[in-house]
């Protein structure tokens, strides 16, 4: 939570709009509550996700997109989430996934690119300690040799750390740093999530 806070002053420093607070309230840390939502993620979700990335043979360099999507359809749903970018650290290893700083942050975001890949680790965060990354699991599989059996895009920050030895590390969030230096507003209702979850219910 430390290192959440800290990503929130330093996002509001750059100026990043537009960011929910609430997330970072302490929500579905009751087992059935969490379990309502790991089932919306392992379940509508991931078909709507498994879906759109039918023709990516490879999820585990797509978290922005991937961050940008799950944030939209909880959104869509009323849940209070929020875009996390940052760097992550796997197995211990002696360096992070990304070269991931602040400075670059704020270059990406305040000169507005959109061109090229960018050095950065997304995922979405809810209820104050929990973490979405579609992205990752492919990634310890291809990466770290981890069993397929670790195939869950949902946990608590405890837990990923503990079980599974993945240190997240927040360093800004809001979904307009991605409208910002990407394609589109993730506020915007571009695939139709609102009228996805109303067949739903």
């Known amino acids: 939570m430390t290192l959440l806070k800290q990503s929130l002053a330093f996002s509001n420093e750059l100026g990043i709009k537009n960011?929910?607070?609430?997330?970072?309230?302490?929500?579905?840390?009751?087992?059935?509550?969490?379990?309502?939502?790991?089932?919306?993620?392992?379940?509508?979700?991931?078909?709507?996700?498994?879906?759109?990335?039918?023709?990516?043979?490879?999820?585990?360099?797509?978290?922005?997109?991937?961050?940008?999507?799950?944030?939209m359809y909880l959104k869509a749903k009323g849940i209070e989430a929020e875009m996390v970018y940052g760097n992550v650290n796997i197995n211990n290893s002696p360096e992070d996934e990304w070269d991931t700083t602040p400075e670059y942050l704020q270059n990406e975001y305040q000169l507005k690119i959109k061109k090229g890949e960018q050095d950065v680790?997304?995922?979405?965060?809810?209820?104050?300690n929990i973490i979405i990354d579609f992205a990752l699991p492919e990634r310890l599989w291809k990466n770290y040799k981890y069993p397929k059996e670790i195939n869950f895009p949902i946990g608590k920050s405890d837990f990923f750390e503990k079980s599974l030895k993945v240190k997240y590390?927040?360093?800004?969030?809001?979904?307009?740093?991605?409208?910002?230096?990407?394609?589109?507003?993730?506020?915007?209702?571009?695939?139709?999530?609102?009228?996805?979850?109303?067949?739903?219910?």
């Open 121 to 128: 680790h997304a995922w979405v965060g809810i209820g104050g």
């Open 169 to 201: 590390k927040p360093m800004a969030m809001g979904s307009d740093f991605f409208k910002q230096t990407n394609r589109y507003d993730p506020l915007d209702d571009i695939f139709g999530f609102k009228n996805i979850v109303e067949r739903l219910m």
């Open 19 to 71: 960011i929910d607070r609430k997330f970072m309230d302490f929500k579905y840390q009751e087992k059935n509550d969490f379990q309502n939502i790991v089932n919306i993620v392992q379940g509508e979700l991931f078909d709507i996700i498994e879906n759109m990335f039918s023709y990516h043979p490879y999820l585990g360099n797509y978290c922005l997109d991937l961050s940008a999507i799950t944030f």
